[in-house]
Structure formats: C-alpha cells, structure tokens
C-alpha cells in the first residue's frame, strides 16, 4: 500500500532539488525555490535570511509578504532583530522550530505599518552544512498554528538542500572570482612594467601603482605605507575616484598591527577596531570612509632595507575573502619588484655619474693638471732668473708659460664643451657632427623629421652619441663615420656606423663588458628606450639607441 504522506514529501524535494539546479544566480535561485516550495507545501508566505561572518543579514529573497512588512521598501526586514536570528546568532536555533510569533509582525502592527492579513506566526528553519551557519527561513499560512513532526522533518530537509545549493554557489562565485583577480592581475603587471627615472621616480611609481589598483581592481579604499625610522607615513590612498598624495605620518604606538603586518610573510585581516586610526589620521583630507574590514600586505625591497604596507579596506563587514588576501599579496610583491628596479636604476644612475666624473677628473689629470704643474715649475724658474743681469732667459721663460696656458685654456674648454657643448643650442645634430670634427672624424650625416627635441631626450642622445664617436676615434681605426637622426611619430633614432677593425673575433658584441657601451645602454633604457650594438671583426660597429617621445610631442611629429 502507498504511503500518500510520504509519496508527497519525495516529491516535494524532488521538485525542489530540480528548482535548485536550474541557476547559479544565489538570488534569483532562492526566490525561485521559495516560491516553489509554498506552492507544493500550500504555504502562504515565507522569507529567508542570509547571516554573514559578522551576524550581519540580509533578506535575500521573500514571497507574498503582507503590506505591513512591505512598507517603506521592506524596512522592517532589513534592520533590527527577532528571536529567529538572535537564537540563530547564539548557536541556539540547532532544528527547525514550530510556530513561532513574529515580532517583525508584532513590530508592524505596534507601528501601524499596514495590513498584517491576519499573518502571527511562523516556522523557523536553520540553514547550515555541519559547522557552518548560513541564515534563516520562515515559512507560515494563514490560520496555521502548528506544524506537525513530519512537516518540519520535510523543511529540515529541504533547508538541507538549500544549504547545499547556497554553498555550491558561494564556491562557484569564489572561483569565478578568483579567475578574474588573476587576470587582472596579469593586467596589473603588465601596466605596472614601466621604466621610470629621476628625482621623483618613487613618488610616480607609487602614484601609478595606487592608480593602477584602482583601475584593475574593485578594492573601494587602497592605502600605501612607508615604512620610516619611527612609524609609517601614508603615501597615498585611493578611494572611490579619488586619490591623494600625502607625507602623513603616524607614531608607531598607534598601529602596532601595522608594524606586524609590515615584518609578515603574507597578508593579514586587520580587525576593525584598529581602523579607526586610519579615518583619525587621514580624515582632514576628507577621502577615508569609515572602514569595517581591511587586509595588508608587506612589500620590502632593497635587500629588506625598505619596506611598506599595503592595505585595502572596504566600507562593509567581511566584504573582503581570502582570495583578495592572496591576490593583494601579489599585487605588493610586484609593487616591490618594480620599487626594486627603481632602486638600481638609482644605483646604475649614481655609478654612471661617478664614471664620468672619474673620466672628466682623469681628463684633467693628464691634460689640463699637467699643463698647470708645467707652468707652476716654469714660474719658480723664473724667480730665480730675475735675478741675474740677463733677463733674456726669463722672458724665454715666461713666453713658454704664455704658451703652455693658451694650451690649459683650450683643454678646459673642450673638457667644458664635453659636458655641455655650445653647438647644442643649435640642435644635437650639429653639436655631434662638431665633436666628431674635433676628435678628426669625416661625419656623413642624415637627418629626417622633426628635431625639436625636450632637453632630457637631446641630452641623453649627446652623452650616447659623444660616447660612440670617443670609441670610433680610440678603438675603430677608422675616420669616417656615417650617422642618422630620425624623428618618427613615436621615437627618435640615433645611428652611428663606422668602418673600422670592429670588436675582436672572440669578444660577443652584445655582450661586452666595456663601462662605455653599459653606459650608453643605460642612459638609453633610462630614458625609457633601447640600445643594440652590432660589429663583426674588421667590418665595423653599429650603434643604435631608439628613445619614445612624449605624447604632446608626438603629435606635432609628421607621420612617415
């Protein structure tokens, strides 16, 4: 013989169970199963209630609710409590309960908030998987005052399945999510590999880095921490549109879970209480929202020499997982990669301006300093010869020192010429052709394009091209050189080519160790462009530097 009550219970979960499969849209699923199951129990009315980390719920889906909880868009049931979920809350509400007054409805009728159409009870179901608590559903009908043992084993089971769906679903969006970090990611670093230089490279990066977060990810507060001798400084932060610069400085008593998450191996979640700090400090400048959940990441570069902290906050409770924690992670440590690379352009930059400072003091040594010890002697000799009746020795004497200081004076003014030359006021072109003539070099020059060059990118051309034509002259054995300057939409070109003996067979051109060719290779990546050298024994050298020009210039460069 059928069991008729248990042939209809298989039945509602079968029906159930294909409701829960049909999406993987969290909302539009529990609506959807909510109103099918009143439909297949005969129930009238039912909500449920998503429960966070921090207690905090939301009513995510509800059917055929009374116009008293309707009112003011469904206010009574998005703030304030009930036994439900204080039960909940406690760890107390372990099965599903019977009829239970509302106080959402009790609370309605107090207000005169609308029609409760006769609606005072309801069942309680927990939704949870094992240990893990996910919210609350409430079913009832008009009139019903009781729900046998057998109807609240069937919304057990049915709350089992949503729980089951719930979490799939959760897992499903973490996954996805954690697919699309990745790939912003990815696109982070990309954008992020830029090679900046000067004074201020460290204020850009950190200024591109912050605005590079913002634009890759939905992180709606990011903050950049120094690291000082006593305490952080707040470098920038980035909220909503905004983004602020700053030197803000706080005392290190005050965030000591900055300091621990500054010297940890990984990323932290920082407790709310702490944030508060961060709104106190930062709030004059009107940008910091108050914050209920943040993580931070170190990143050190510099041997650990330097570090800093990366924080990002959000406004709402556990709004932030584990997989933002990871990729924040690797968002700090490309941050310090690139803050690494700017610290040895730094120390490639300071070694370049040593090398030429030991080039220009040997310069004097050997010319200039010796023509200024050779007069000096000649003057002392001289002292000694006014005093003899026959002064036709010393006015000997003092013509070769009229002499040897036109010589002084001419060699301090190439020196100068070399670390500035005059004929670069009229363009970089003939200020090379002109040091070319000066080292005994025949230039076959070719120009095409717009050279209105900024100072930064001529001048690095004229160190470069000052470099190459030295070595034609020491090392090429050859006196003729061909050179080109090309102005393109975005870059110019620099080439110089001599016919000379070449690099020696068993030396790699592209890997050679002279200093000179590593300085004209870093001046060129410095500027943000490239260096390639060629040369094949006895055939010659080729040296090639190509420098991007600024946008605004590039626009006024015709198109070839």
Not at 63 to 92: E, I, V
Not at 130 to 148: C, I, Q, T
Not at 154 to 160: I, T
Not at 277 to 282: F, N, P
């Given at each position: 013989?059928?069991?008729?009550?248990?042939?209809?219970?298989?039945?509602?979960?079968k029906?159930?169970?294909?409701?829960?499969?049909?999406?993987?849209d969290?909302?539009?699923?529990?609506?959807?199963?909510?109103?099918?199951?009143?439909?297949?129990?005969?129930?009238?009315?039912?909500?449920?209630?998503?429960?966070?980390?921090?207690?905090?719920?939301e009513?995510?889906?509800?059917?055929n609710?009374?116009?008293?909880?309707?009112?003011?868009?469904?206010?009574?049931?998005?703030?304030?409590?009930?036994?439900?979920?204080?039960?909940?809350?406690?760890?107390?509400?372990?099965?599903?309960?019977?009829?239970?007054?509302?106080?959402?409805?009790?609370?309605?009728?107090?207000?005169?908030?609308?029609?409760?159409?006769?609606?005072?009870?309801?069942?309680?179901?927990?939704?949870?998987?094992?240990?893990?608590?996910?919210?609350?559903m409430?079913?009832?009908?008009?009139?019903?005052e009781?729900?046998?043992?057998?109807?609240?084993?069937?919304?057990?089971?049915?709350?089992?399945?949503?729980?089951?769906?719930?979490?799939?679903?959760?897992?499903?969006?973490?996954?996805?999510?954690?697919?699309?970090?990745?790939?912003?990611?990815?696109?982070?670093?990309?954008?992020?590999?830029?090679?900046?230089?000067?004074?201020?490279?460290?204020?850009?990066?950190?200024?591109?880095?912050?605005?590079?977060?913002?634009?890759?990810?939905?992180?709606?507060?990011?903050?950049?921490?120094?690291?000082?001798?006593?305490?952080f400084?707040?470098r920038?932060i980035?909220?909503?549109?905004?983004?602020?610069?700053?030197?803000?400085?706080i005392?290190?008593?005050?965030?000591?879970?900055?300091?621990?998450?500054?010297?940890?191996?990984?990323?932290?979640?920082i407790?709310?209480?702490?944030?508060?700090?961060?709104?106190?400090?930062?709030?004059?400048?009107?940008?910091?929202?108050?914050?209920?959940?943040?993580?931070?990441?170190?990143?050190?570069?510099?041997?650990?020499?330097?570090?800093?902290?990366?924080?990002?906050?959000?406004?709402?409770?556990?709004?932030?997982?584990?997989?933002?924690?990871?990729?924040?992670?690797?968002?700090?440590?490309h941050?310090?990669?690139?803050?690494?690379?700017?610290?040895?352009?730094?120390?490639?930059?300071?070694?370049?301006r040593?090398?030429?400072?030991?080039?220009?003091?040997?310069?004097?040594?050997?010319?200039?300093?010796?023509?200024?010890?050779?007069?000096?002697m000649?003057?002392k000799?001289?002292?000694?010869?006014?005093?003899?009746?026959?002064?036709?020795?010393?006015?000997?004497?003092?013509?070769?020192?009229?002499?040897?200081?036109?010589?002084?004076?001419?060699?301090?003014?190439?020196?100068?010429?070399?670390?500035?030359?005059?004929?670069l006021?009229?363009?970089?072109?003939a200020?090379?052709?002109?040091?070319?003539?000066?080292l005994?070099?025949?230039?076959?020059?070719?120009?095409?394009?717009?050279?209105?060059?900024?100072?930064?990118?001529?001048?690095?051309?004229?160190?470069?091209?000052?470099?190459a034509?030295?070595?034609?002259?020491?090392?090429?054995?050859?006196?003729?050189?061909?050179?080109?300057?090309?102005?393109?939409?975005?870059?110019?070109?620099?080439?110089?080519?001599?016919?000379?003996?070449?690099?020696?067979?068993?030396?790699?051109?592209?890997?050679?160790?002279?200093?000179?060719?590593s300085?004209?290779?870093?001046?060129?990546?410095?500027?943000?462009?490239?260096?390639?050298?060629?040369?094949?024994?006895?055939?010659?050298?080729?040296?090639?530097?190509?420098?991007?020009?600024?946008s605004q210039?590039?626009?006024?460069?015709?198109?070839?």
């Amino acid at each position: 013989m059928t069991d008729e009550p248990h042939v209809q219970d298989l039945t509602t979960l079968k029906i159930i169970a294909e409701t829960l499969n049909q999406s993987n849209d969290l909302t539009y699923m529990l609506d959807t199963v909510l109103g099918k199951l009143l439909e297949v129990t005969e129930l009238s009315f039912g909500w449920i209630f998503l429960v966070g980390p921090y207690h905090e719920y939301e009513c995510v889906a509800d059917r055929n609710l009374p116009p008293a909880l309707l009112y003011g868009d469904k206010q009574l049931m998005q703030c304030g409590s009930c036994w439900c979920l204080d039960r909940f809350r406690h760890d107390r509400l372990k099965n599903a309960v019977n009829i239970l007054s509302c106080k959402r409805l009790e609370d309605a009728r107090n207000l005169k908030t609308g029609e409760t159409c006769g609606f005072t009870h309801h069942a309680t179901v927990p939704l949870r998987i094992g240990d893990r608590k996910l919210g609350v559903m409430n079913v009832g009908a008009f009139g019903k005052e009781h729900f046998s043992n057998e109807e609240l084993a069937l919304l057990e089971a049915v709350a089992l399945q949503i729980g089951i769906a719930v979490e799939r679903m959760r897992l499903h969006e973490a996954e996805q999510r954690r697919a699309e970090l990745y790939i912003r990611l990815g696109e982070f670093s990309r954008s992020l590999s830029v090679t900046l230089s000067g004074g201020d490279a460290r204020r850009q990066l950190s200024e591109l880095a912050m605005k590079l977060v913002k634009v890759h990810f939905a992180w709606p507060v990011a903050m950049l921490f120094q690291r000082s001798d006593q305490g952080f400084i707040i470098r920038n932060i980035q909220s909503d549109e905004r983004m602020l610069t700053t030197s803000i400085y706080i005392p290190p008593e005050k965030v000591e879970w900055l300091e621990e998450a500054a010297h940890s191996h990984g990323f932290q979640e920082i407790e709310a209480s702490s944030l508060s700090i961060l709104s106190e400090y930062a709030q004059p400048d009107g940008i910091l929202p108050p914050l209920h959940s943040a993580m931070a990441a170190p990143f050190m570069f510099g041997g650990h020499t330097e570090s800093g902290v990366l924080l990002i906050g959000h406004p709402k409770p556990g709004a932030l997982s584990h997989i933002d924690g990871t990729v924040l992670e690797a968002v700090a440590e490309h941050i310090a990669a690139q803050f690494e690379n700017v610290r040895l352009e730094e120390n490639r930059q300071l070694l370049a301006r040593m090398e030429e400072r030991n080039g220009l003091a040997r310069d004097l040594h050997d010319s200039v300093s010796q023509l200024l010890f050779s007069i000096s002697m000649t003057a002392k000799g001289v002292e000694s010869l006014l005093d003899e009746p026959d002064l036709s020795s010393a006015k000997t004497a003092i013509q070769d020192m009229q002499l040897l200081s036109r010589d002084a004076l001419k060699e301090m003014r190439a020196l100068i010429k070399q670390l500035r030359p005059a004929g670069l006021e009229q363009g970089i072109a003939a200020a090379l052709k002109e040091h070319g003539s000066r080292l005994g070099l025949h230039i076959n020059m070719q120009l095409s394009g717009v050279l209105a060059l900024p100072s930064d990118i001529e001048n690095a051309l004229w160190r470069i091209g000052q470099e190459a034509l030295n070595n034609v002259s020491k090392h090429a054995g050859a006196s003729r050189v061909d050179m080109t300057l090309i102005a393109k939409a975005h870059e110019v070109i620099l080439s110089i080519t001599d016919f000379g003996r070449g690099i020696a067979e068993k030396t790699d051109a592209s890997t050679s160790g002279s200093f000179g060719l590593s300085i004209m290779r870093e001046r060129a990546e410095g500027s943000g462009g490239r260096f390639q050298l060629t040369s094949a024994y006895s055939k010659g050298t080729r040296v090639e530097v190509a420098i991007p020009l600024p946008s605004q210039l590039k626009r006024r460069l015709p198109l070839e």
